[in-house]
């Protein structure tokens, strides 16, 4: 999760014991070892082997990144990546989120990907601290109407990609953002994403190990943007789309990747990992599924944020917001480092998103943290007075009953000292394992999101369709509706 992962911890269920790049040095020459034992996963999933409450949670992401990703199509960032895809890709059969043109799996997925990590309302996982559902989704659908998958076979692939990302994000989170500053999606997705091309085009367990070693050489993406602003952290996920679709096309023509790529000794742990929990790459591999970690945001701003805005809400009634002295925001160390640097004055979108101060300030003054509140300070360049007066009485610090249970629960304590009195309120973020949101609230979650940019009708219809993936429904009956011009926002 991009939103919940900085300071260096080592939590026993994501980041364990102290492993120095988990033991892998020299480990594993006889390639028996995680990259090959995820290509066999992967390559023998079956759709009678999926969980029926797996199948629940997969068709639930897939919905719930469909409405962050036509939100996020209207993003004028999202935007150029849509005409750059439209202008590079050949002819091809897959649906461009916001265009009526259509491209190849690689580019739709480019465009389609982004634009789903574009506005801060995608999916998450505890305590991989992942962002599965960006990438893994429109992989997935592009592969998919490539192919004229049906549903069945969509399900066992997107339920392969998100095992596939959850677990590395066990295994790699939160050193790889802590540590050496990369960002999970980028350096997750790829991975991901390979696993649903890969299981798509059936590939065997020895091709689809080398597809991942393909894609550990395109994993990347660094954080910095948590520090001075810029909109790249949407582009990483639509990279990483590409990046893993390339990857299982290649091995797929007999391109071999390293069959170590993930644990060998100049591999993905060992070069983006300080501190690896190898093991969580495989321990109950196929009978254990990690995808129960997944979560479901509510507000569009980083997951850490959620627990405080919770606890701000809750303080908001009857608060004279022009006797406020001072608002103490304690989370986990993690989340405090990593959206404590942008400030009370964020300049662009992702840093207002990524901001404590500002976040919590915008609950207590505009009433929200969705679409509406942050197209509002868009316009006012980030700078409406009363949210910046009250951003800039934000003090953030470390709250211990918060840093016990992280990374597995979100909480956080906001105490507000206005007019003399001092209020003090705990919270934890709703969608996540510990308080899940109901199947009711994620579809009233994309209807909320959906709708407005493409119509009641088509938004029942999209929900219609993805349901009917369960009985194996075709995949296009998701994305057809769905090749329209969307306009961007003002």
């Known amino acids: 999760m991009s939103g919940a992962c900085g300071a260096n911890h080592q939590h026993g269920g994501a980041c364990g ?107 998450y996982a505890l305590p991989a601290l992942a962002h599965p559902g960006c990438v893994v989704v429109p992989a997935a659908l592009a592969v998919a109407e490539s192919r004229g998958a049906r549903g069945h076979a969509a399900l066992t692939a997107l339920a392969a990609g998100f095992e596939v990302v959850l677990r590395l994000g066990l295994a790699t989170t939160p050193s790889l953002t802590s540590d050496r500053g990369f960002h999970v999606t980028g350096v997750h997705g790829v991975f991901g994403a390979a696993a649903v091309a890969g299981r798509l085009a059936g590939l065997d367990p020895a091709t689809m190990a080398s597809a991942f070693g393909l894609a550990a050489s395109q994993a990347g993406g660094v954080t910095e943007y948590t520090r001075s602003g810029g909109e790249v952290k949407r582009l990483h996920a639509g990279l990483a789309a590409m990046g893993g679709i390339r990857a299982a096309r290649l091995a797929a023509e007999g391109f071999p990747g390293p069959p170590t790529a993930i644990e ?146 979100l909480l956080a304590r906001v105490t507000i000292r206005a007019g003399g009195r001092e209020l003090t309120a705990r919270a934890e973020a709703r969608g996540t394992p510990a308080l899940p949101l109901s199947g009711d609230e994620v579809r009233a979650k994309f209807t909320g999101l959906a709708a407005p940019v493409v119509g009641d009708r088509t938004a029942a219809a999209v929900v219609a369709a993805v349901d009917a993936l369960r009985d194996d429904g075709p995949v296009d009956a998701v994305t057809a509706p769905l090749r329209r011009t969307i306009e961007e926002t003002p």
């Not at 639930?60 to 849509?82: E, F, K, Q």
């Not at 060998?264 to 129960?292: I, K, S, Y």
């Not at 004279?320 to 979108?349: C, N, Q």
């Open 264 to 409: 060998g000794e100049r591999g993905l742990l060992h070069a983006f990992v300080a501190n690896a929990r190898p093991e969580a790459l495989t321990d109950e591999l196929g009978t254990a599924w990690r995808v129960h970690g997944l979560a479901v945001k509510r507000f569009c701003v980083c997951a850490g944020l959620h627990a405080p805005i919770e606890a701000a809400a809750a303080l908001r009634p009857g608060l004279d917001l022009s006797t406020v002295d001072e608002v103490v925001v304690g989370t986990d160390a993690a989340t405090r480092h990593h959206v404590g640097a942008i400030g009370p004055r964020p300049k662009d979108m992702t840093g207002a998103q990524f901001s404590a101060e500002h976040a919590v300030a915008t609950r207590l003054v505009l009433g929200g943290n969705g679409p509406a509140e942050y197209a509002r300070l868009r316009a006012a360049g980030f700078d409406l007075p009363d949210v910046t007066r009250v951003a800039e009485r934000v003090r953030l610090e470390v709250d211990a009953q918060a840093e016990a249970v992280f990374p597995h629960r």
């Open 17 to 123: 014991a102290n492993h120095r790049h988990g033991g892998t040095r020299g480990a594993n020459h006889q390639h028996g070892g995680a990259t090959a034992a995820l290509g066999a996963f992967v390559a023998g999933l079956t759709h009678d082997a999926l969980p029926d409450d797996v199948v629940d949670r997969v068709l639930a992401h897939t919905l719930d990144h469909l409405g962050a990703a036509l939100l996020g199509a209207t993003m004028p960032w999202n935007a150029v990546v849509r005409r750059y895809a439209l202008g590079e890709t050949p002819d091809g059969p897959c649906t461009i989120l916001g265009a009526t043109g259509t491209g190849r799996p690689e580019w739709a997925a480019l465009a389609n990907a982004t634009a789903g990590h574009g506005f801060e309302i995608d999916d």
